[in-house]
């Protein structure tokens, strides 16, 4: 009988949708929704792609109709709740969601973690429908691409602010109501501030990586940290992220560490020591953005110092100086390389405009993606070919190491050049490879780590011989 | 208004679809990997340990819950739906298909396996019953035993009656009936009520046509049934030719062993195997009646529409969603419904050009009138519904009718395109039909998972559990 009431229900359904499709083809399609016709779902615009604003029950409602689309390869998961209880919601897109597959590296997209900076929202959600869509269409690229990795997508890690942004009248948003979580804090101040830490060590020696490692706790009992914000460290702490990127608003170029100058100016070039393969991610994202890499692009307002602004891209200290940021804690928390990508002048524009912000950032965002397929990736083994979880790999030259996960598996990414790797692991002896890394793809290295004890037992087994040869030869 | 409704009980039925594929996923990965906290080498020890033991009670509770969750939330529901399943499986002759998948599944060691073999042992008892009641008790309302009987015949057998009675009441007494006997709930009432409706149009509109070609009606009445196989043949295999895919041998098969099935069916559907012949004639007879120059925007949306209709009901049948039978019983109500509409239309206009007066317009605009209404009144029964179900406890959809509807399109939307891609991407895959069961018990699994995360309504997780129950 359900089955029954459920054909009733989508009879009716399926009649607005054969009405609606009617209507299209003569040419009848009712023009833009006005205010209060915010519910209404324009399912055949493109694919099932829908380009309006999305409030929380309906980004859950795409999210959940992605995964219902395409549940072999996607997931939906929470890495926690808001201050005022909305989920912090992620869809998972890949080969074997829920699982890490040793080797598969992980990226990560976050948006809208100011509230009133909502293109970023939109954008993750229509790309998640996008990479269902080609998915299914068997386009190459985006097999390929979730076939080799996994993507996690989370649209908006402020829902609270959102709903404050959005609930303004007009179209006209403020610039900053909506920004803050719940609470009224800037998110993308409130991570611990590890810059100025490593800026420290950098004098007085010390790690520049893995920072947290002993603050772990401190982050637990930290008060002054938003829900949101501890949320996305353990995210951060759980999964070993391999690239990332943080979608922001109000102006438009892509930002990479560090964001926090050394000296405390308001603006300094401030490098980090993989500056280089930086640069070259910024790129590959605002390089296919033909708005943010027009080189003769008019600054978003007319007095705004863009001298920083770069092929589309930017220093984050030369920028302006940002603390407690995301990204930067990203770097030196984790093996997370993110940056910060500035999507729109306006930070909540016009509903009709989220077309051609998308067909703007459409390809820089899967080519962004494709970015985590570089460097050198590989395997940290013991001899009998037992994972090392935790390994170090550091490269000669570049002032700041990465960690195997627990599958031993890593991956460092680096621009082209001819690298010395080296991998330790307490207990056992370091190895250095020699590498030459390519544009792409990721150059496979794997190293197989002696242990001390093992090597003692040799130098053991080698003495023993010497002394049972010298005993032969000189009998005694 | 018509044919839109009758294509959409044909896009509806998309969803009732067979085979889909394999879709392995082992269930215990599932909740710990929600969490990934294993991957981190950092956390202290007691969290770990705290971790640990949390997830062990997730891992105990959820099954524990489950099952009983299934039971309740769908005793009554499962009766019918098996009974409804049960029927179009027979008719499909894949019974002998469905013990098998049952019996593989207790081979898999899943946390679900005590669900499973509940399933079978319920499948198993009211297979054989069922069975045995369809053949020997086509009269009475219910089974001795309190299993209803399938939503169908109710219907038909209420239709009838009110057509013979001519008296609506006949339908609030059956139906207060069953709700006391505890057989139906009030949503399944709204929705017999519904189906009733439409079969009582069916009727009434069979009625007419009978008495219009009344004399050869007895005849086509009074073959046997070897004559009627061939009718439906020759339809079948019309329809079929337009279908280049191999699958047409199943479906033919099918379409013989469908036509076996027919014969028990009630009267009504037996004058159907006399229209289906003149189905398609029909059609092509009146867009040629039709006058290309004056009504050249009609007949081309006439044409886009039935085109589009016809591909539905092929891709539909091709991919095993409906049988070949219903495909061709839905264009020919569709048929139908467009021949006489266009007819009473181009009277009108023909009329006006003649005489420039109404008044005999007015009386075809009056039948074209009465078959709107009642599409009308048929549209505003399905919203009522709707609207009813929505208010109801145990509604598929919660909150406004608006937003309810527009997410359940869009979901069903999203579930159909899983399902196209499932089946294309697996074509050379055998055990269609037991991957079903399999992802029909992911996605519930999934589906309360996400309940339970907050990332699900309720109200939402049954709707997509009902769809994929249906399928």
Known sequence: MARRGGRVLLALCAALVACGWLLAAEAQEPGAPAAGMRRRRRLQQEDGISFEYHRYPELREALVSVWLQCTAISRIYTVGRSFEGRELLVIELSDNPGIHEPGEPEFKYIGNMHGNEAVGRELLIFLAQYLCNEYQKGNETIVNLIHSTRIHIMPSLNPDGFEKAASQPGELKDWFVGRSNAQGIDLNRNFPDLDRIVYVNEKEGGPNNHLLKNLKKIVDQNAKLAPETKAVIHWIMDIPFVLSANLHGGDLVANYPYDETRSGTAHEYSSCPDDAIFQSLARAYSSFNPVMSNPNRAPCRKNDDDSSFVDGTTNGGAWYSVPGGMQDFNYLSSNCFEITVELSCEKFPPEETLKSYWEDNKNSLISYMEQIHRGVKGFVRDLQGKPIANATISVDGIDHDVTSAKDGDYWRLLAPGNYKLTASAPGYLAITKKVAVPFSPAVGVDFALESFSERKEEEKGELMEWWKMMSETLNF | ?471
Do not use: C
């Open chain 2, 1 to 471: 208004m018509g044919f839109l409704w009758t294509g959409s009980w044909i896009l509806v039925l998309v969803l009732n679809s067979g085979p889909i594929q394999a879709f392995p996923k082992p269930e215990g990965s599932q909740d710990k990997s929600l969490h990934n906290r294993e991957l981190s080498a950092e956390r202290p020890l007691n969290e770990q340990i705290a971790e640990a033991e949390a997830d062990k009670i997730k891992n105990t509770n959820p099954p524990e819950s489950k099952p009983s969750e299934r039971n309740y939330s769908s005793v009554d529901n499962l009766n019918l739906l098996r009974a409804i399943t049960e029927k179009e499986k027979l008719e499909k002759g894949k019974q002998s298909i469905r013990s098998p998948p049952f019996g593989n599944t207790l081979d898999m060691e899943d946390v679900d396996s005590t669900k499973n073999r509940k399933l079978i042992d319920e499948y198993d008892s009211t297979k054989s019953g069922l069975d045995r009641k369809f053949q020997d008790d086509p009269d009475g309302l219910h089974q001795l035993d309190g299993t209803p009987l399938t939503a169908e015949d109710i219907v038909h057998k209420i239709a009838t009656r009110i057509y013979e009675e001519n008296d609506r009441g006949v339908f609030d007494k059956i139906v207060s009936k069953l709700l006391n006997l505890g057989l139906i709930t009030e949503s399944q009432a709204h929705t017999l009520e519904d189906e009733v409706a439409e079969a009582l149009q069916k009727l009434i509109s069979k009625e007419a046509n009978n008495y219009e070609e009344a004399l050869d009606k007895p005849t086509s009445r009074t073959e046997n049934q070897a004559g009627k196989i061939s009718e439906k043949v020759t339809p079948a295999a019309a329809v079929h030719d337009g279908f280049a895919n191999r699958e047409n041998d199943e479906t033919v098969s099918n379409t013989l062993t469908l036509s076996n099935g027919l014969e028990r069916r009630t009267n009504p559907r037996s004058e159907d195997d006399f229209e289906e012949l003149q189905y398609f004639p029909n059609f092509y007879a009146l867009l040629t009646s039709i006058d290309s120059e004056k009504e050249a925007k009609e007949k081309e949306t006439l044409i886009t529409i039935m085109k589009t209709l016809i591909e539905f009901v092929k891709m539909m049948v091709k991919y095993g969603t409906i049988s070949p039978e219903e495909g061709v019983s839905y264009l020919e109500n569709l048929d139908e419904t467009i021949a006489l509409q266009t007819k009473n239309k181009l009277e009108k206009n023909s009329t006006e050009s003649k005489s420039k007066l109404y008044p005999v317009p007015s009386e075809k605009s009056h039948e074209e009138t009465d078959s709107t209404k009642e599409e009308a009144a048929k549209m505003e029964k399905e919203y009522g519904t709707l609207k009813d179900s929505t208010k109801d406890a145990n509604s598929n959809l919660g909150g406004k009718t608006d937003e309810a509807k527009g997410k359940t399109e869009a979901y069903l939307e999203a579930i159909r395109k899983n399902i196209e891609w499932l089946k294309k991407h697996n074509k050379k895959g055998n055990k269609e039909d037991y991957d079903l069961s399999k992802m029909r018990d992911f996605i519930n699994h999934q589906a309360d998972a996400y309940v339970e995360k907050g990332i699900l309504d309720k109200e939402e997780a049954n709707a997509i559990k009902r769809i994929y129950s249906s399928l």
